[in-house]
Structures are given as structure tokens and as C-alpha cells.
């Protein structure tokens, strides 16, 4: 029996206050929960994971629901490996980096 994975990308998006010590401790709350869980910066308040299929994308996704602030804005996407891969960059170079791609990913 063999098992097909479709590699996906999880991207977390986001745009919360830092105006009081409380926005700022949600903030750092948010970003060390990112991290923790194995997401990397790809810009500015942008974080991707590299996942093995849709289902744990899903189950992420609700993770990190559950530490996102009240206040601000946090977004998901969902996107294939392929999909990813078609990012255009009109501006800035493209840092090729082990650990933001899929060539690191072991499925057992």
C-alpha cells in the first residue's frame, strides 16, 4: 500500500497593534507561537510552513487560531508546494535557504 503526500505551504499573515504593552505582549505571543511551530519569516509579518498534506495544514491553521490576538488582523493561506514555487519577486532577490524548502522534508 502506498501513501501519496501532496506537499503544502501553510502562509500566516498578519498586521496587530504594538501600541500598548499589551498589544505588544499579543505580538510576542504570536510570533514566538509561530516559530515554535516550525514557521519561518519570509517577510514582514508574513511566516510559511512546509507541510505534508492539507489535513495538517488544517490542523495548524486552527493551532495558531487559537493564539492569534483580538485585536489586528491574522490571515491563513493554503497553497500547494507548486503553487508556492510560481512567487514572483518584482522587486528583491530570492534567498535560497534549506530550511524554507521541501528538499529538508523526511516522510516516514
Do not use: C, W
Not at 498586521?15 to 516559530?35: F, G, W
Not at 490576538?69 to 530570492?94: H, R
Request: cysteine-free; overall charge positive; hydrophobic content about 45%.
Amino acid at each position: 500500500m502506498s501513501l501519496r503526500y501532496r506537499v503544502m505551504r501553510l502562509l500566516i499573515f498578519f498586521d496587530v497593534p504594538t501600541l500598548t504593552a499589551d498589544d505588544r505582549r499579543n505580538y510576542r505571543k504570536l510570533h514566538q507561537s509561530l516559530v515554535k511551530e516550525g514557521f519561518l519569516m519570509i517577510q514582514e509579518s508574513v511566516y510559511s510552513r512546509v507541510l505534508i498534506n492539507k489535513q495538517s495544514a488544517a490542523f495548524l491553521e486552527e493551532r495558531i487560531q487559537r493564539v492569534a490576538p483580538v485585536n489586528g488582523i491574522v490571515q491563513s493561506m493554503i497553497v500547494t508546494e507548486k503553487q508556492y514555487s510560481e512567487i514572483k519577486f518584482l522587486a528583491g532577490k530570492k534567498i535560497d535557504d534549506v530550511r524554507n524548502s521541501d528538499e529538508r522534508m523526511i516522510v516516514i
